[in-house]
């Protein structure tokens, strides 16, 4: 079992407040597979809104972003991860979701030396944000965020958990989602951003994986299977909790999606970073507002638990993944008004949202949300102004 005294010693730098009633997570508990298994979230609704991921037929719904034209770029930007994910589904595994993927060639037995985890570290993000990381940040194993047992979706039911305990690293890869897109939501259009974040995040978890096992060392790529990402991902510095229970980067504000990989190469582990965000949240409540589910908490941190799909034991934000879920459902699609309304949603590549982040990051925080507020930036683009001049093809044919 690998030692997971140094990264609990890094817990209150992350902002983590683990208290006695903590208890592992198990992916059954997770609320994807409770809509397979569990009859109070089981319902034809959830059985149509995956269904809309296989058929973009003309109308699931008669409004605009809901198109057959708008699950049609949804559902194919999801395509390189279905792929994956249900080649080997006859085995009971969904890799990427429900597994580790295990398309992975064997490496040549002999290990490549590394001068020293410094340098192995180096190594290894210069190599994923080649292969097209957005960012890339490294933390110890921690068995706490891993999954008591995976889930079998043909059993609908607990299974054995595969990852070994003896890698000692977790690189955490995190890959931007559209800002124009994420504009859109709620929209069917706007699930393209989750589906390229997921499809982008595929390729890198293999490549990176390869290449580390083309070295002699092992590493077991992994996306929303096996463990938590964002506590991995908060310990590994790539950012901090918001209330919206999503991980918040200096980079790309909410507008990310994660992905992990398990090793023995050696690597030097990062460093939590906070930049105000938890500070922001205490007087912000935008997405809480905008919630259409009220799915969100609008009080202080705290370990209660809204139902089984939250785990106990650790005091922070926590959204009603029940509630949360049946918003999807029955609007027949993901939502993320949530992300799009985070004043850290935001383009960081303009100096204006850099100097934004900084005044978030202040005493002068409050003057930097009524800014954002004044702005109009969270409101809701129109889906027909993401398609070129604002109409489709067939649109402007009839
Ligand atoms: S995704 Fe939508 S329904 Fe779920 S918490 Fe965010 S705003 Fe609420
Ligand atoms: S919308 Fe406001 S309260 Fe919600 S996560 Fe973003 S900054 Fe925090």
């Given at each position: 079992m690998a030692d997971t005294r140094g990264s609990r010693a890094g817990d209150e730098a992350a902002g983590f407040e683990v208290g006695?009633?903590?208890?592992?997570?198990?992916?059954?508990?997770?609320?994807?597979?409770?809509?397979?298994?569990?009859?109070?979230?089981?319902?034809?609704?959830?059985?149509?809104?995956?269904?809309?991921?296989?058929?973009?037929?003309?109308?699931?719904?008669?409004?605009?972003?809901?198109?057959?034209?708008?699950?049609?770029?949804?559902?194919?930007?999801?395509?390189?991860?279905?792929?994956?994910?249900e080649m080997r589904e006859q085995g009971d595994r969904r890799e990427g979701f429900l597994d580790p993927y295990s398309v992975l060639r064997d490496g040549p037995g002999v290990r490549v030396h590394v001068d020293s985890p410094e340098a192995g570290a180096r190594e290894v993000?210069?190599?994923?944000?080649?292969?097209?990381?957005?960012?890339?940040?490294?933390t110890g194993y921690d068995d706490r965020w891993v999954y008591t047992h995976a889930y079998s979706r043909d059993g609908e039911s607990e299974k054995v958990q595969e990852l070994p305990a003896d890698l000692p690293h977790v690189i955490v890869i995190a890959q931007a989602m559209d800002l124009d897109l994420i504009g859109t939501v709620p929209s069917a259009l706007s699930g393209t951003a989750t589906g390229m974040g997921y499809s982008r995040d595929t390729l890198v978890l293999l490549a990176l994986s390869q290449y580390i096992i083309n070295l002699g060392y092992r590493a077991v790529p992994t996306m929303n299977d096996t463990a938590l990402a964002i506590p991995l991902a908060i310990k590994a510095g790539l950012g901090e909790y918001g209330r919206h229970g999503l991980l918040i980067t200096p980079e790309f504000g909410p507008r990310v999606r994660l992905?992990?990989?398990?090793?023995?190469?050696?690597?030097?582990?990062?460093?939590?970073?906070?930049?105000?965000v938890r500070e922001t949240c205490e007087v912000c409540?935008?997405?809480?507002?905008?919630?259409?589910?009220?799915?969100?908490?609008?009080?202080?941190?705290?370990?209660?638990?809204?139902?089984?799909?939250?785990?106990?034991?650790?005091?922070?934000?926590?959204?009603?993944?029940?509630?949360c879920f049946r918003f999807w459902s029955n609007q027949n699609t993901?939502?993320?008004?949530?992300?799009?309304?985070?004043?850290?949603?935001r383009d960081y590549g303009k100096w204006r949202n850099r100097l934004w982040q900084r005044l978030a990051g202040g005493p002068l925080r409050r003057l930097a949300l009524w800014l954002d507020r004044r702005s109009g930036r969270g409101e809701r683009r129109s889906p027909k102004e993401w398609w070129p001049r604002g109409q489709t093809s067939v649109e402007k044919a009839g």
């Open positions: 006695p009633t903590f208890r592992r997570f198990s992916q059954k508990d997770d609320i994807f597979c409770r809509s397979f298994w569990d009859p109070e979230i089981r319902s034809d609704r959830s059985d149509m809104f995956y269904e809309t991921y296989r058929t973009p037929r003309m109308k699931w719904r008669d409004v605009e972003g809901f198109t057959q034209r708008d699950y049609a770029v949804r559902n194919a930007s999801w395509h390189v991860t279905d792929i994956f994910a993000k210069h190599v994923a944000k080649t292969f097209g990381a957005d960012l890339v940040g490294i992905g992990k990989i398990f090793t023995d190469f050696p690597l030097a582990h990062d460093r939590p970073r906070r930049f105000g409540r935008r997405c809480t507002d905008a919630c259409p589910a009220k799915a969100i908490a609008g009080g202080p941190p705290s370990d209660a638990v809204h139902n089984r799909s939250n785990i106990p034991g650790v005091t922070k934000w926590t959204t009603d993944a029940e509630r993901d939502c993320s008004i949530c992300v799009r309304v985070c004043p850290y949603n």
